[in-house]
């Protein structure tokens, strides 16, 4: 009992840093895939320490596949942050947090097609729930067009790549836990350094102010949040992991209004609501008798 609590409170409290990623960001002039490469840098370097330091090891000889998988997934993730903070940039944490996070509905949705399960009748009203939350929180958005567009665009595609993450992350039988957080943040580094490295020859100019939250993004936000994150998932039931993941967009939503003084209007709350009471709700008729 004394370790599911532990696990569970190390799990609420990777949910807790991951929400508070755009409070780092806006704090960070660099551009969106210049963070995220810095982030994943420093993240990669401090999570294979951590991994190796706790007696982790890794195979991949053993299960290729998964690997391949898994890699891909990775760098899937890096896109999806690059969006998330143009989104974050554009239209505000609260809003772009809420559309990234209908990720996972989308795999609830597509699950019927891609993994051969049934999708019930009650989670298409639920799916219907979220797409009604992102038109009410996004109503003026689209109205308004230039940087607010791209912004809404960008959030999209952050949950579009966030859904294909858990699409490929999911195929993977073998490699789980933390050396699959492992392999997966390495393959984001991977992936925008290979952006960075095409497109600007790694020349990054930062600002002496830039770097305390970037080591922040790295260390904390990246490394340890995973650790916590994928560390107490094997002590956790599916429905507490399913249901109370959705701390996650809350907390930056709420972060986002104390630390950066975002607001929303009524009918933007009440979208919020349906947003995550829809996926929230989806998860429950998903996982009705988990212990």
Not at 111 to 120: T, Y
Not at 256 to 261: E, G, I, R
Request: hydrophobic share 50%.
């Amino acid at each position: 009992m004394q370790s599911d609590r532990k696990s569970f409170l190390k799990y609420l409290g990777s949910l807790l840093i991951f929400g508070s990623n755009g409070v780092m960001v806006s704090h960070i002039s660099l551009s969106s895939y210049e963070i995220v490469f810095l982030r994943t840098l420093i993240g990669t370097a401090f999570i294979i320490l951590l991994y190796l330091g706790t007696g982790g090891k890794f195979h991949i000889r053993e299960h290729k596949r998964d690997a391949i998988f898994i890699a891909i997934s990775g760098m899937l993730q890096g896109a999806s942050w690059v969006f998330l903070y143009e989104g974050y940039r554009n239209i505000g944490v609260g809003i772009s947090s809420l559309i990234y996070y209908c990720g996972p509905i989308l795999l609830v949705v597509s699950a019927p097609v891609l993994f051969s399960e049934k999708l019930s009748g009650a989670k298409a009203i639920c799916f219907g729930v979220v797409l009604l939350g992102l038109v009410m929180i996004n109503g003026r958005v689209l109205k308004s067009g230039g940087g607010s567009l791209w912004g809404f665009a960008a959030s999209v595609l952050s949950a579009v790549t966030f859904f294909l993450m858990l699409v490929f992350n999911k195929k993977s039988r073998h490699i789980h836990g933390m050396e699959n957080a492992v392999i997966q943040v390495s393959f984001a580094f991977v992936a925008m350094a290979i952006f960075i490295g095409a497109t600007q020859q790694f020349v990054i100019h930062t600002q002496s102010g830039d770097w305390p939250w970037i080591i922040i993004q790295g260390v904390i936000n990246t490394a340890i949040g995973c650790y916590l994150y994928y560390s107490a998932l094997p002590k956790l039931s599916v429905h507490t992991i399913a249901v109370c993941g959705y701390v996650e967009p809350l907390a930056a939503v709420v972060f986002a209004a104390v630390f950066l003084s975002e607001t929303m209007s009524p009918i933007q709350l009440i979208g919020a609501v349906c947003i995550i009471g829809g996926a929230v709700m989806a998860e429950l008729i998903g996982n009705p008798k988990s212990e």
